[in-house]
């Protein structure tokens, strides 16, 4: 973890304004609003249908909120599709993990390294770019796969598949990259593989927005924690003070016996 000082210093890297999603007549998001800045690890966590997914979803283009804004970097990504979003700094994983089977490793990297244009796709095909085949190599160390490049993902565990679809994330090396559920399935030593992971990601230029249940990992290795539920943010500030926040033990890590 970061020095809390520090990074209340550093820069907003992303702002939420007021932001609603509403599904038929379900109110997913009801006017969250918070901030990330550059460098932190933020948490986003909750009960389930508390609107997290939903929220990753709102951010990065793939669900149109009903109002509010979302700003990164200070652009406002209002009315931005998810492939310009991607572009301006943004990139996600999905609790599936959705990875390319029929690609080797290092191939389903290569998928996300660069951000193709018309011009250069076909460029590609007659000389593909160094600096994306490097920028592979260098997450394959960072993730702890560069062995397994040229496997294919059914040859892979379940926490190695999930270190791929880490690594395709961050192949194109992201200003800001969205987590929803890594953990999903691990046990707690691949779980503490991927921890040792998230938090060197700071250090390499890239801010992280994490949903998870597991509360050791969130509680280890996240700057500032906040809670929904029921689509409403009841809570935000460090670990420590979340964890003991009477509103959030109500809602979601149960209450004391």
Request: contains cysteine.
């Amino acid at each position: 973890m970061n020095d809390p000082a520090d990074l209340v210093e550093a820069p907003v890297l992303l702002e939420v304004h007021e932001l609603t999603v509403r599904h038929g007549g379900l109110l997913a998001l009801d006017q969250v609003s918070l901030t990330v800045h550059t460098g932190q690890i933020a948490g986003l966590i909750g009960p389930n249908g508390a609107g997290k997914t939903t929220c990753i979803d709102a951010l990065t283009g793939f669900t149109r909120p009903a109002s509010g804004r979302v700003i990164l970097a200070g652009r406002s990504l209002d009315g931005v599709a998810p492939h310009d979003r991607a572009r301006a700094g943004f990139a996600r994983t999905f609790q599936s993990l959705e990875l390319f089977d029929d690609l080797t490793v290092a191939e389903n990297l290569l998928v996300s390294a660069g951000t193709p244009t018309l011009v250069s796709t076909l460029t590609d095909v007659l000389r593909p770019k160094r600096h994306d085949r490097d920028a592979v190599d260098e997450v394959l160390d960072l993730v702890g796969l560069r062995g397994r490049g040229d496997d294919l993902p059914t040859a892979l565990s379940n926490s190695e598949r999930h270190l791929v679809a880490l690594g395709r994330a961050l192949a194109p090396r992201p200003s800001l990259v969205l987590l929803d559920e890594p953990t999903a399935g691990l046990d707690p030593a691949e779980t503490a593989t991927l921890a040792a992971v998230l938090r060197r990601l700071p250090e390499r230029g890239t801010t992280v927005v994490l949903v998870d249940h597991d509360m050791a990992l969130v509680l280890g290795v996240c700057d500032i924690v906040h809670v929904l539920d029921q689509g409403r943010l009841i809570a935000s500030g460090p670990p420590a003070e979340v964890a003991a926040d009477p509103a959030v033990i109500a809602a979601y890590l149960g209450q004391p016996t």
